[in-house]
Structures are given as structure tokens and as C-alpha cells.
């Protein structure tokens, strides 16, 4: 059982790490060169324009009446109106349709990466140094060591281009008009019960999952090897079997609960990257989700969204290192100490 | 080491606090951490406040130098920030993962928890320092 104390001295953590990251975000954005009312009022326009422009976003206010300002917006989520991404768009608005976008694709990499990865590792470390381990073994130094703008145009080339099975970009078949009820598209097909459309969009999603999954089980798999070697090596799981229990059940039973604790940490670190990686793996397949939003905002100087995605990406990071946290707990309650 | 006895600063060890495996905890006194993050605080405004009318005086505008040292401070302060929550979120798994490889490095969660209260300090001060000297240029100027 996980103490409750426990879950919110960690979600009172959670303060500091997102003020820290707005704080971090503001400055680096008052440090950047470019003026935000210029951006606003276009290249052409009149200075008399742009005066009216900075007054009406606040800028001539002292800096810390600014800074003062954009952390009380920043805790009730209010990020301002996008610049010019979708101009006079609430950023809210915009990152309430692009999030699940990228964490329906990242939740699908890491599920493949779970998926497979824990049962390879496993493997690897039951039959060490058998052939399969080898094969695991170089099967994940090469998924580690490939990166998405390689793996990606090369599964894009292979499955779609020469044995045409997976659609190369999108989210889904253009005959499919969806309307969103979450955003996350297989899930809502689902809801819909357009099961041909739930076809498209998993068809549409396999690949840019699998070059995350790819990544992700590598890592997963090398820990999990690892770890479950470690385990199997203690002296609790030599008594186990010296009583007379099969191998099968005393690894599954007593070492793979203790042989997940580092494998759950890495898993908790792999969903940031997960995240980051997605700014490329949306480049690689077209798909328009928060990494392509953040790098088109960077590029025009659209600072609210820069802003509230970075503040998005941060929250959610330190959500899930939460969730791993309380995981880890679970699995070794000493922890909680 | 005995009580009273004089340690390299010259303070007696009496006031310090011994571990209960019998080693002798290094951490500072509250007094003590009250002045080192005085002192950082002080030395941030100082440095905000030398360099407001520095950039002022390379031909920047007032406005211009506040928000660029401003941002400055901000920044060292929402690192120390970030650096302070890393500590505490993972400095005791970094400690053990230390340990578990072999490793000889003196870092520790509570140093590294007290370093970056001690920078964030700096970077509070250099904003501090950075919106007073911009009212003084600002009403010279």
C-alpha cells in the first residue's frame, strides 16, 4: 500500500520543478534577440504600430511586473494568445488539440518498448550467453546506437515504399473526416465505433510508434538483462530453488518484481526523451503534433507558445517521474522511507 | 575529535550535531547558512546592479539593460531551482547509484541541495539588484 503522505510530498515537489522550468523559459526568452511586438505587427509596419502593440501585450511594463504577471497566467494555465502560429488563439486552445497527438504516439513507442523489451531482456539473462542473447544483445546496441532520422526514413522506405504495408505519413486515411472528442484518434474511432477508420489510424501510427519503440526497447531490454542478472545471482533465489522450486517460477515469482525497480526508473527517464524525440519523429513522418507546434514557434518568435509548451513538456515529465516514483514504492515499500 | 576543539575556520565543534554511527556531521549551522545565503544575495545585487549602468553606459537603452540583466538573474535562479528539485527528486538514488558502481565522488544530496540554494540566492539577488538599479539609472538618465 503507497502512503498517501508519500504521494504528496512528491507532488509538492512537483511546485519548485515547474517554477524553476518558468522561470528558466521566461528568461531565456527576454534573452533571445527579436521583438515580440515587431513579430505581431509584421516587418512593415509603422513604429507608432508597434508602440501600440508592446502597450497592449503588457511590454512596457517593468520587467518584474512582466515576470510577475506571466507566473500568475502560468498557474492558471493561461499562456496568452498564440503571435502568429494560429494568431489570437488562446495557447491553451491550441495545445488541448496538439498534446494528444504526441502523447498518443509516445504512449504507443513506449508500450511497443515495454512490449517487448522486458520479455528480451528477460531472455537474455535466462539463457546468457546462448546465441538468442547475443542476437538481443546486438539487436539493442543497434537500436540504442541508430537515431529516429536515421530508422525512420529507413522503416519509411521499407515498409512503405517497397512492401507497401504501413501508409508512410499522416495520422490517418484522407476519406476519414473524424471530429475530435480527446484527440487521441484511435481512441476516438473507437469511441465512434468507425472501426474502418480505427484501422487507418493504427495503420498510420505503427511506424512512428515503432521508431520510438525501437529506441525504447533497446534500453528497457539491456536493463532489464542486467538487472534480472543481478537478481539471479542473490542468495534468496538459490534458497528458492534449493527448496525445490521450479526455475521458471522462481524467477518470475521472486526476481522479476525486484529485477523491474531499475527497469521502471529507466522507463520513468525514457518518456522524457520519448518526448523530445518526438519533435523528430513528427518532422520524419508529417505528422502535426507538439514537437513540430514548438519547433515552427521557435522559428516565427510566437513566445506564449514556446512558453506553454515547454511548461507542457516539463508538467508532464515530472508527472510521470511521479507516477514512477509511486511505482517504484510499490514494488519496494522501503522506499517510501 | 573532541568537544571544543578548534576546526580549521577556528569555531569550536560543540555546536555541531554528530551522526549517530559517531561521525561528525559537517553540515553548517542555521547562522551560518543565514550569512553564506546573505552574502549570495548581496553579491547578486551587486553584480545586477554594476551592470545595469554598464550596458547603459555601451549606449544600450535603460529598459534594455534591466530586462537583458533581469533575465540574467532569472535564469541563474530558475537553474539553482531546477538543479535544487533534481537534488531532491534523485540526489539519494544518484547517492546510492554512486555506492552501487564504486565510485569515489564526494557529491551528496545535501551539498548539492545547498549549493544551488546558495546560487539561487545570486540569482534573486542579481534580480533584485537588477530592478533597483534600473529605477536609479532610470531616474538619473
Known amino acids: ?337 | 575529535m573532541h568537544s571544543g576543539e578548534s576546526t580549521d575556520s577556528g569555531r569550536p565543534h560543540s555546536d555541531r550535531a554528530t551522526g549517530g554511527d559517531g561521525t561528525r556531521d559537517d553540515s553548517p549551522t542555521p547562522r551560518e547558512r543565514v550569512r553564506q545565503l546573505g552574502r549570495a544575495l548581496l553579491l547578486g545585487a551587486v553584480l545586477a546592479g554594476i551592470a545595469v549602468p554598464v550596458v547603459v553606459l555601451s549606449g544600450e537603452t535603460v529598459r534594455f539593460a534591466s530586462e537583458k540583466v533581469f533575465a540574467v538573474g532569472a535564469l541563474v535562479f530558475g537553474f539553482s531551482l531546477l538543479g535544487w528539485s533534481g537534488s531532491v527528486f534523485a540526489g539519494r538514488g544518484m547517492e546510492n547509484f554512486q555506492r552501487y558502481i564504486g565510485g569515489r565522488s564526494d557529491w551528496s544530496e545535501a551539498d548539492s541541495r545547498r549549493a544551488m540554494t546558495v546560487l539561487g540566492s545570486v540569482g534573486v539577488g542579481g534580480m533584485m539588484g537588477a530592478s533597483l538599479a534600473t529605477w536609479v539609472v532610470g531616474s538619473v538618465v
Request: aromatic share 10%.
Open chain 1, 1 to 337: 500500500m503507497i502512503s498517501k503522505r508519500f504521494v504528496i510530498k512528491r507532488l509538492l515537489l512537483l511546485v519548485p520543478v515547474l517554477f524553476g522550468v518558468a522561470t528558466f523559459v521566461f528568461a531565456i526568452l527576454h534573452l533571445a534577440p527579436g521583438d515580440p511586438a515587431r513579430v505581431i505587427a509584421g516587418q512593415r509596419a509603422s513604429e507608432e504600430f508597434v508602440r501600440q502593440v508592446r502597450t497592449q501585450l503588457g511590454l512596457n511594463d517593468p520587467i518584474w511586473v512582466q515576470y510577475g504577471r506571466f507566473l500568475l497566467e502560468a498557474v492558471q494555465l493561461d499562456f496568452g494568445d498564440s503571435y502568429q502560429i494560429q494568431k489570437g488563439t488562446p495557447v491553451k486552445q491550441i495545445l488541448r488539440f496538439k498534446l494528444p497527438v504526441t502523447l498518443e504516439m509516445a504512449l504507443y513507442g513506449q508500450f511497443l518498448g515495454i512490449l517487448f523489451g522486458i520479455p528480451v531482456g528477460l531472455l537474455g539473462a535466462i539463457k546468457q550467453d546462448a546465441f538468442s542473447d547475443h542476437a538481443t544483445r546486438i539487436g539493442a546496441l543497434a537500436g540504442i546506437s541508430v537515431p529516429i532520422y536515421w530508422s525512420g526514413p529507413l522503416l519509411i522506405l521499407l515498409f512503405a515504399q517497397v512492401l507497401n504495408w504501413f501508409p508512410a505519413s499522416g495520422r490517418i486515411a484522407s476519406q476519414f473526416d473524424i471530429n475530435p472528442i480527446t484527440g487521441v484518434i484511435t481512441f476516438d474511432t473507437l469511441v465512434r465505433g468507425n472501426f474502418a477508420a480505427f484501422q487507418s489510424a493504427a495503420m498510420h501510427l505503427f511506424l512512428p510508434a515503432a521508431v520510438i519503440g525501437i529506441y525504447s526497447m533497446a534500453l528497457i531490454s539491456r536493463m532489464m538483462r542486467s538487472s534480472m542478472l543481478e537478481v539471479i545471482r542473490q542468495d534468496y533465489m538459490r534458497t528458492a530453488r534449493a527448496k525445490g522450486q521450479g526455475s521458471k517460477i522462481t524467477i518470475l515469482k521472486h526476481g522479476f518484481r525486484n529485477a523491474l525497480i531499475p527497469v521502471v526508473t529507466v522507463i520513468g527517464i525514457q518518456f522524457g526523451t520519448l518526448l523530445g524525440g518526438a519533435v523528430l519523429t513528427e518532422t520524419v513522418f508529417g505528422i502535426a503534433g507538439i514537437g513540430t507546434l514548438l519547433v515552427d514557434a521557435i522559428q516565427v518568435g510566437d513566445y506564449p507558445v514556446v512558453q506553454g509548451t515547454v511548461l507542457m513538456f516539463a508538467g508532464l515529465f515530472t508527472l510521470v517521474n511521479l507516477l514512477v516514483d509511486v511505482t517504484y514504492s510499490y514494488l519496494d515499500p522501503r522506499i517510501e522511507q
